[in-house]
């Protein structure tokens, strides 16, 4: 369905770029970062190698195997470090780069603009936060005076008539509340073809040829006005660019683990994204929300390719952000990071489940990337961030195979009664080596455990030079309990998410792909039944494992407890983690604090204002804690009623006929109630305007004392006006 949008039009075609930038010194700061990488990672394998060689006296299939798990994520820590010492020390301010800190003058920022629609692409979210994020940035950018330049479209893929009920009427009524009519538009397809992205390809179809530059949010997406003014004003400025990412900050988290999420984002984010921006420079990545692009150049090259193959590794990209990324850099248009934006928000999820579940989604999309890899013009920057992607994910089963040919390797040596004797240093020709193979297996280790620490001390390092920094996140007392805290939840979650990220491969490489589900937000809590069905068989494996290593050999049970003790103990640390209490007296603390909770900006104040004020706009028509609210008050309430019917009669597409079955079935609903009807039956209801509109009379016209109790009880509201 849509708003009534009344000029649509296809993209025209865009002229070839101009020529691209100079090197400049990109090739310097790409040498010093994967020179520094890897002579990081040789040092860390040399040793490695020849410890093991020291306990085997050579090299067999095990040792080589560790040797290479070894390298990958050994490397992967360097390669990281390396991201955030330039981060800590440089900041990309050296050498040519963009940003709003940088260029832009007044006279930039006052002159005219080509129109930039921002697009909301949702899908079964909660139709008031949704309205209520809209409304925040729509009034953020009414306060710079530009709100002439910038249109809003919400391409609403939802299927549950529960949530487009809803959103019909909250477009309606924020269009009233902002007088914002023609500039605020709802659009709802009734086909979710290829899911975010062929949402967004098909708005571009249909109306992309009114505007310039697109920013593209999510549901739970918010921009400060000021800096979607900057970002406009630097794709005006600048006719090469055709993509410009801002580094989101995690906002609005309420249980344990979603702020300690959003504070490890928070801390950590600036320092990593300034590295990034310092070597990858106008061959960013595209993250997929929260950025600004150049419509016309996005729509000539971004067309995604289907993958050869059946899913999960073949058909439809998932992941369409990087491969978009990808498209638009080998066209010679750049694509830059905003690491310095200050207004750039969204929200994490509250659960360690619900974290699983959305790298489940991000992990087959990544996996698929594969195919990418070696595919012809591609920029290598661009092969680089498809390679990261595919390697996060990977590197979890690579540690749990890591762990298990250790295991094995022990349990051979007790079963057998061999016992190693260690050989010379194969370095000792070379090197004053006088180590044991102990103190060398402990210098390889503390080498590990300084490559994963050392950007947190680097962060800290950053707020006690910098007192107003320290202050944004609760001062330093403050400051180091959160970060003390942060760094013993990391630990304990980390094997958790190794098994599930592990699991989730095997799934895949067993055929199994992901459905496209709501993500859940907010801080509902986890149950302890969910808990149980997720964790169970992680805690069986711990303790199994735990078990075996003690009865094994009782130092490899000491060795591998920090791993998979916190295994055994998912289940009440996962629904602990999830629950809002416990977050909410961290945040009394002040611990885990951040700047958006200490001086929260006034978008982020003006929706939580409002949320919790119940001022919302659905709240004068709308009860959020009713179940089948939507489908019950646009049959009985006629203002809703009309806003739905008017919509799918202005759109005329699609709607469902009304033939003898529809109207059994809308029967059934009339006697029933909405609760004794499935959801493609209520969808199929709610899609036929002629339908709705004879519920409507059946509802009113028929005897009070006749009426289901769901309608009485209906009714009796609407009368009250509630």
């Not at 600004?292 to 067309?303: E, G, K, S, T, Y």
């Not at 260690?422 to 300084?450: D, H, K, M, V």
Request: net charge neutral.
């Amino acid at each position: 369905m849509s708003s009534g949008h009344s000029h649509p039009g296809a993209i025209a075609a865009q002229h070839p770029p101009p020529a691209p930038r100079g090197s400049g010194g990109w090739w310097f700061r790409r040498t010093l970062v994967f020179g520094a990488t890897a002579l990081i990672t040789a040092a860390g394998g040399i040793l490695m190698g020849d410890l093991l060689w020291r306990l085997y006296g050579s090299f067999n299939g095990a040792s080589v195997l560790l040797l290479g798990i070894f390298l990958i994520l050994f490397g992967l820590l360097a390669f990281g470090v390396m991201t955030a010492l330039l981060g800590f020390f440089i900041g990309g301010s050296g050498g040519p780069r963009i940003n709003p800190s940088t260029g832009l003058t007044e006279a930039d920022l006052q002159r005219p603009f080509q129109p930039t629609v921002i697009v909301y692409p949702v899908y079964n979210e909660n139709p008031v936060e949704i309205f209520e994020r809209i409304r925040a940035v729509f009034r953020s950018l009414e306060r710079t005076g530009r709100i002439g330049d910038y249109e809003f479209f919400v391409l609403s893929d939802s299927t549950h008539p529960e949530n487009w009920i809803q959103e019909e009427f909250a477009w309606l009524q924020l269009c009233r509340e902002l007088r914002a009519t023609g500039r605020i538009h709802y659009r709802r397809r009734l086909e979710n073809t290829d899911k975010k992205a062929g949402n967004i390809a098909e708005f571009l179809e249909s109306w992309g040829g009114q505007y310039a530059y697109m920013v593209v949010m999510d549901a739970d997406s918010v921009m400060a006005g000021d800096d979607l003014v900057r970002m406009t004003a630097l794709m005006e400025k600048h006719p090469r660019v055709g993509l410009l990412q801002t580094a989101p900050r995690l906002a609005n988290a309420d249980s344990v683990h979603g702020r300690v999420q959003q504070f490890a984002f928070r801390l950590l984010g600036d320092m990593f994204t300034a590295g990034l921006n310092f070597w990858q420079g106008p061959s960013g990545n595209y993250w997929g929300h929260n950025a600004i692009i150049r419509l016309a150049p996005f729509a000539d090259f971004c067309a995604l390719p289907d993958l050869p193959g059946r899913e999960p590794f073949g058909g439809k990209i998932l992941s369409h952000d990087f491969v978009e990324a990808a498209l638009m850099r080998k066209a010679g248009w750049e694509i830059w990071l905003l690491w310095d934006l200050e207004g750039s928000w969204e929200e994490g999820p509250q659960s360690l489940i619900d974290s699983a579940k959305r790298d489940r989604r991000w992990l087959q999309g990544n996996l698929q990337h594969t195919w990418l890899l070696f595919a012809g013009g591609i920029h290598p920057i661009s092969r680089l961030h498809l390679f990261l992607g595919i390697i996060g994910y990977l590197s979890s089963p690579l540690w749990f195979l890591f762990l298990l040919i250790n295991t094995l390797i022990v349990f051979n040596q007790v079963v057998t009664g061999l016992t190693l004797v260690p050989a010379e240093s194969a370095l000792g020709r070379y090197l004053p080596i006088a180590w044991s193979t102990n103190q060398q297996g402990l210098i390889i280790f503390g080498a590990t455990l300084t490559l994963l620490f050392l950007p947190k001390i680097l962060a800290l390092l950053q707020c006690l030079f910098d007192w107003r920094r320290a202050r944004r996140f609760g001062g330093i007392p403050a400051l180091v309990g959160g970060l003390l805290l942060e760094t013993l939840y990391s630990a304990l979650i980390a094997p958790i998410v190794m098994l599930f990220h592990t699991k989730f491969v095997l799934w895949l490489l067993m055929g199994k792909k992901v459905e496209w589900v709501t993500q859940q937000r907010g801080a509902v809590g986890t149950s302890w039944r969910e808990a149980f069905d997720a964790h169970g068989g992680q805690m069986l494996l711990g303790a199994a494992w735990l078990a075996a290593a003690f009865f094994i050999e009782p130092i490899l049970g000491y060795w591998l407890l920090p791993v998979f003790g916190p295994v055994v103990l998912a289940i009440p640390l996962s629904v602990w983690s999830s629950r809002p209490g416990p977050g909410a007296r961290l945040r009394r603390a002040r611990l885990l604090a951040t700047p958006e909770e200490t001086e929260p900006p006034a978008e982020l104040r003006e929706i939580r204002a409002r949320l919790d004020g119940g001022t919302t706009v659905l709240a004068d028509r709308f009860d959020p804690q009713a179940t089948h609210e939507g489908i019950t008050r646009v049959i009985v309430d006629p203002y809703v009623n009309a806003v739905h019917v008017s919509l799918m009669e202005k759109t005329g597409h699609g709607a469902q006929p009304l033939d003898d079955e529809t109207r059994d079935l809308g029967e059934r609903l009339v006697q029933a109630g909405p609760g004794g009807l499935d959801q493609p039956t209520l969808r199929r209801i709610a899609n036929c305007a002629e339908l709705m509109m004879d519920l409507h009379r059946r509802v009113w016209l028929t005897p009070f004392a006749e009426l289901a109790p769901c309608w009485q009880h209906a009714i009796e509201r609407y009368r009250l006006g509630a």
